[in-house]
């Protein structure tokens, strides 16, 4: 299978800390993108990383990408409650234009 | 900012009915998609559509499924006899290159 594969499955941390997810996958791509699903809800795109690139920054998100590990994680800083939701992230092979999802991240940040 | 926007956003029917899912993707963007997602798992690819044929689609996507784009601003997703496993949210996305793509909201399809 091609699919990204994240860990945790979940997550549960107090409001003001850090979440780490990580996401690993099988083959060479093309990039790498995270997505946050709010519980029955779409599926919102947060940030894209190439594969020629090492680490992005959004806001309170820090995505990096080591392609020799195949491996990618999603960092979030100083955790809100409206962080509270799945993430997933999703690979793109160089010979296709679709994206393979993983089975997500459930995030809870605590009051 | 432009969204996909997605219609209905729930559609309930019984099993061996037609339903087509519409989809409005962003008006500049070239390249189509259809994917799902069955309750508690996770998203699966059915269809990719470029230059107004399918481009790539997996095995979900067999003889029961279409799509089309009717227009210059439609896409739509058929489905001919629906099944109970067909019940899942069907997401649309859409791209102007092969980058990031937008998703819409979604459409929850109940199969009775």
């Known amino acids: 299978s091609q699919q990204g594969e994240e860990d945790p499955q979940a997550l549960s941390i107090q409001e003001g800390e850090n979440a780490t997810m990580n996401c690993s996958y099988k083959?060479?791509?093309?990039?790498l993108q995270w997505y946050r699903q709010n519980s029955g809800r779409g599926l919102v795109h947060l940030i894209l990383?190439?594969?020629?690139?090492r680490e992005k920054h959004s806001g309170r998100l820090r995505v990096t990408l080591d392609t020799s590990k195949k491996s990618s994680s999603l960092l979030i800083t100083a955790s809100r409650a409206a962080d509270t939701a799945s993430y997933f992230c999703?690979?793109?092979?160089?010979?296709?234009?679709?994206?393979?999802f993983g089975s997500g991240t459930r995030l809870s940040i605590r009051p | 900012e432009p969204e996909v926007t997605q219609t209905p956003s729930h559609q309930v029917t019984q099993m061996g009915q037609e339903v087509i899912l519409r989809c409005v993707p962003i008006s500049n963007h070239l390249y189509f998609y259809w994917y799902r997602q069955i309750l508690g798992q996770k998203v699966e690819f059915l269809v990719s559509?470029?230059?107004?044929?399918?481009?790539?689609k997996s095995e979900i996507f067999d003889d029961q499924f279409s799509v089309e784009r009717p227009d210059g601003s439609n896409f739509t997703l058929k489905i001919r006899s629906t099944k109970l496993e067909d019940s899942a949210m069907y997401f649309c996305?859409?791209?102007?290159?092969?980058?990031?793509?937008?998703f819409g909201p979604g459409t929850r399809l109940t199969v009775l």
């Open positions: 996305a859409s791209t102007r290159t092969t980058d990031t793509q937008y």
């Open positions: 559509f470029y230059n107004n044929e399918i481009s790539e």
């Open positions: 083959t060479s791509i093309n990039n």
């Open positions: 990383i190439r594969s020629n690139e």
């Open positions: 999703a690979t793109r092979y160089s010979s296709a234009s679709k994206i393979i």
